[in-house]
């Protein structure tokens, strides 16, 4: 019997967990992580959510989205996974009615994973060759890669305290944001870095804040987060700096309070992903890249 396509449900996630992990050893999920990847998603669209299912075993999943408020005219297929050796045989069974539901949504052309800002890896881990092979037989072109890096927590001194000082000299204050800093914080990051507003907001969900910021006059400068995606997981970011106080030490500054904040859970690393400015997390804190993404992209007709 052919496999069949249906909606997801909530009672599925046990199968599906089990699946994806066996499936996907290097980006394992918990039942919370998936609650955050799909309703927990700002754009989740249930029909767009898909079990691909034979003789009543799962043989794959898929979520698909778009978010017109950040990217119009663009598709993600956020997650996909297909029992291994069985790609090329179903794969299309489950890719297809995701492309179809994305066309009809608007989208004019599709990515792989890079679903920002609430995703699970920026792009195919080419150690899934399988899958690689698959979405290029497909007509995905890869138009980019990206790296993860790993920051070492575990005994490491992460005291900014003489830093910090120096800069609240030249007027700068360092501190924890706290519940009553989201609107002058939203504002800042709509008007500098508008991608990530949802997961600034995310960090505001957490108790303490996890987000870090700068203020000159009580004004917001500079803010480092985590804990904003993939929970949990000791996930670093996202950061930005006002370009006029760049060269200071801020970012530094925010940067390793979030390492130090991470290393008291309990974490023996932190997760940079999706990196731009490999040199300054290596030179600040020692990260080294410790994972590669391949990007996919396919123009629907």
């Known amino acids: 019997m052919s496999p069949d396509v249906r909606p997801y449900k909530n009672e599925d996630a046990p199968k599906i967990l ?3 992990n066996a499936w996907m ?3 394992p999920l918990n ?4 609650n955050e990847k799909l309703s927990g ?6 029909d767009l959510t898909l079990v691909l299912e034979e003789n009543g075993n799962v043989v794959g999943f898929g979520q698909g989205l778009v978010r017109p408020w950040y990217e119009p005219g663009l598709g993600w297929i956020k997650l996909f996974t297909i029992e291994p050796g069985r790609y090329l045989e179903v794969g299309k069974t489950l890719l297809d009615p995701l492309e179809q539901g994305l066309r009809a949504r608007g989208a004019k052309a599709v990515q792989i994973f890079d679903s920002a800002p609430n995703y699970l890896m920026p792009g195919i881990d080419p150690r899934y060759t399988e899958m690689l092979v698959f979405f290029e037989r497909q007509g995905y072109s890869r138009y980019d890669d990206t790296s993860n890096m790993d920051a070492p927590l575990k005994g490491v001194n992460f005291d900014t305290s003489d830093r910090e000082s120096k800069l609240r000299e030249q007027g700068i204050e360092i501190r924890r944001a706290t519940p009553e800093d989201q609107e002058k914080v939203r504002a800042f990051v709509r008007e500098k870095f508008i991608q990530w507003v949802p997961e600034v907001d995310a960090t505001f969900e957490n108790r303490p804040v996890s987000l870090h910021i700068a203020l000159v006059d009580d004004r917001v400068v500079a ?5 904003a995606n993939n929970r949990g997981t000791g996930w ?3 950061m930005g700096t006002d370009p006029s106080l760049r060269g200071k030490g801020v970012g530094a500054v925010l940067y390793l309070r979030c390492l130090r904040d991470l290393q008291s859970q309990g974490h023996e690393k932190a997760i940079i992903p999706w990196v731009g400015p490999i040199a300054f997390y290596f030179r600040t804190s020692g990260a080294v890249v410790s994972r590669v993404f391949w990007q996919y992209r396919k ?3």
């Open 18 to 20: 089990k699946a994806w």
């Open 25 to 27: 050893p290097y980006d």
């Open 31 to 34: 039942e919370k992580l998936l």
């Open 41 to 46: 998603d700002r754009d989740f669209d249930p």
């Open 223 to 227: 803010f480092s987060a985590y804990d």
């Open 236 to 238: 670093f970011g996202p």
């Open 299 to 301: 123009d629907l007709a």
